[in-house]
């Protein structure tokens, strides 16, 4: 709010507030009464409105039933990411005890009764991390409309239903994080959770420590802003240069945009490092289990994220 005297002398016909100091006059006249706080108010001053509290909202009440949304526990479950959940139920797919959902708010306390397909879901495990090589010429998903390979094309059939933690580019090969845990994927993406991850670029076209620096401060490329990057020119081959990057964000072929901001071309591209996960002597195709201690201990240091 404005100046009370200033409201008082906008009004038409309003008597001016009386001269002198402003806290003297309060002292001093005995229109004025005590607030909650102990405070004299103002004779002058609009009395104020008691104001209801806010009732709590809808994903505290849920909290605290213990109840998440359906979305939210089929992808902890793994069976899909929460916007493929969103899809599914759009689709039908998902019911419980026989009747069809129709909303993704929905809130439940376990899978009890849930079932996608016809098929029963099962209560979530543990949560697993495997460390994939992913091999360029192949898609980070599920299927693809023009009939592409994707990484299930690759990955050993024996495994269990696995979500992609981030995506890699078609001809980007490198580390792919791979879990069963949606939730815990939706933490690890999360440019909040301040995970880093590693790139090492090979461009065509010349550039300079000096101009791999700006990158530290952020950088606008056709309106999309790109939080601080740190670059190191490791070396330059004939008219390639290998350049070493390291991100927060993960933003959709920020690699690669970036350094085309400078006029680079990238020709070959390898993530190899994903938090504390390392590519290491992993070959093309091959997949490995992080120890189940391992993942607990660096679950521990991530932020917790956000109740939807």
Known sequence: MGDNWAILLHGAGMAKPPSGNRRGNRRDHGGGSDGKDGRRRSPYSRPRKERKPAPPSKGALAREDGEQRIAKLLARAGVASRREVERMIADGRIALDGVTIETPATLLKSLHGVAVDGKMVKEP??????????????????????????????????????????RLDYNTEGLLLLTNDGGFKRQMEMPSSGVERSYRARALGRISQDQLEQLAHGITVEGIRYGKINANLERRTGANQWIEMTLTEGKNREVRRVLEYFDLKVNRLIRTRYGIFKLGDLVPGEIGEVNRTDLVKFQSTLPTPKTL
């Open 125 to 166: 495990e543990p949560t697993k991390l495997y460390l994939f090589h992913k091999p360029p010429g192949c898609l980070t998903a599920e299927r693809d409309p023009k009939g592409r390979k994707t990484i299930y094309d690759v990955l050993p059939a024996d495994l269990p239903r696995l979500m992609p933690i981030g």
